[in-house]
C-alpha cells in the first residue's frame, strides 16, 4: 500500500479535498504525484543525518521539532489546516519554495491539475506525511518504527529497493530522478539551479 492510500485511510485526502473545495479524486491525484517529492525531500533529511539509524534519529527529532504527530490531527481536524506549519515543514525538506515551484509545475504536468491547487496541497502533504512519520516512529522508538516504515515508504515512493512501486507514487520520482540515484530531490534541485543561472 502506498502512502496516499494510507492518508487517504486515515480521512486526509478526503479532508484535504474539502478544504481546497476539488473532488476527492482529484485531491488523490495530485497526492499521488506530489508525495515523492515530498518523500524525497525526507530522504535527503535523513542521509543529511548520517544515514542509517543516526540519520532516522535526526528525522525523528526534526519530524518532533515541526509537530510530530499532530501535524496530520492538524489537517483532519475540523478546522482550517495551519498551513503556515506545512510551509515549514517543506521549508526544512525543500530548502527554497523554487523547488516547491518546481515540484507543483512538475506535478501540474503529469496531472493536469491546476499548479495553484497543487501549490495549495503542498504543505498540507507535507504535514500528513510528517505526521504520519512521526507517529509510526513513536511506536517502535526512532529507529525500528521509523526506519521500517522509512525504508518501506520511501522504497516504494523513489523506486529504490525490490518494492514495486505502487499506484504511480514511483512515476514523478522516477521522471525526476534524471542520474538514477534514486534520489530525484538533488535533480530538481539542478533544476531549479538552471532555472536561476
Known amino acids: 500500500m502506498n ?3 494510507i492518508l487517504a485511510q486515515a480521512g486526509g485526502i478526503e479532508s484535504m479535498a474539502k478544504e481546497l473545495g476539488i473532488p476527492p479524486a482529484m485531491a488523490k491525484q495530485g497526492a499521488d504525484a ?3 517529492a515530498i518523500l524525497g525531500g525526507f530522504k535527503k533529511q535523513a542521509q543529511a543525518g548520517g544515514g542509517g539509524a543516526e540519520g532516522l534519529g535526526a528525522l525523528g527529532g526534526l519530524l518532533g521539532q ?3 504527530g499532530g501535524l496530520l490531527d492538524s489537517v483532519l481536524g475540523s478546522q482550517p489546516t495551519p498551513v503556515s506549519q506545512g510551509n515549514e515543514v517543506l521549508g526544512q525538506i525543500f530548502g527554497s ?3 516547491s515551484r518546481s515540484v507543483a509545475g512538475q506535478a501540474a504536468a503529469q496531472t493536469g491539475i491546476d499548479t495553484g491547487i497543487l501549490k495549495q496541497m503542498l504543505p498540507m502533504l507535507a504535514m500528513m506525511a510528517a505526521g ?3 507517529k509510526q516512529g ?3 522508538g526512532a529507529g525500528g518504527g521509523l526506519g521500517g516504515m522509512l525504508g518501506n515508504v520511501l522504497g516504494g515512493a523513489l523506486g529504490g529497493g525490490t518494492a514495486p512501486s505502487a499506484g504511480g507514487l514511483g512515476g514523478i520520482g522516477q521522471m ?3 542520474d ?3 534520489n530525484p530531490l538533488d535533480d530538481i534541485m539542478g533544476m531549479v539551479n538552471k532555472m536561476r543561472g
Open 3 to 5: 502512502l496516499t492510500d
Open 34 to 36: 506530489l508525495l515523492p
Open 66 to 68: 515541526l509537530g510530530g
Open 97 to 99: 519554495k523554487d523547488v
Open 132 to 134: 504520519y512519520m512521526a
Open 138 to 140: 513513536g511506536q517502535g
Open 176 to 178: 525526476l530522478d534524471m
Open 180 to 182: 538514477g540515484d534514486g
